[in-house]
C-alpha cells in the first residue's frame, strides 16, 4: 500500500486488495437482490429492509475501513470496529 495513505494497490497489498473486491462485490449482490426484491413485490417489509441496507453497509464498511489492514491481518476483516460505519468519511 502507498505510504502516503493515498493509493489503494493491489501491489501494495494484494491480500487487502482482494478483500475490497470481495466486500464490493459483496454490497453490489445483496443490492441488487434487495432492487429485485422490491421490483417484482412492489413493496418491502421494513424490518426486512433494515436487515438488508445494514448486510450492504457491513460490506462497504468492511470495504473503506479494511482498506489499510496489513495482508496478514485477515481476522480483523469482520471484526466490529471494521464492520462499523466509518469515523473518516463524509456523507454529501
Not at 72 to 77: C, R, S
Request: glycine content about 8%; some cysteine.
Amino acid at each position: 500500500m502507498d505510504e502516503s495513505g493515498d493509493l489503494i494497490s493491489k501491489a501494495g497489498n494484494q491480500v487487502a486488495w482482494e478483500n475490497l473486491l470481495f466486500q464490493l462485490d459483496g454490497a453490489r449482490v445483496h443490492l441488487q437482490e434487495l432492487i429485485d426484491q422490491m421490483s417484482a413485490d412492489e413493496l418491502i417489509d421494513e424490518i426486512d429492509c433494515g436487515i438488508q441496507l445494514g448486510h450492504l453497509y457491513g460490506h462497504l464498511n468492511r470495504c473503506w475501513n479494511g482498506r489499510r489492514l496489513p495482508g496478514e491481518a485477515e481476522h480483523q476483516w469482520y471484526s466490529d470496529e471494521n464492520s462499523s460505519f466509518p469515523s473518516d468519511i463524509q456523507i454529501t
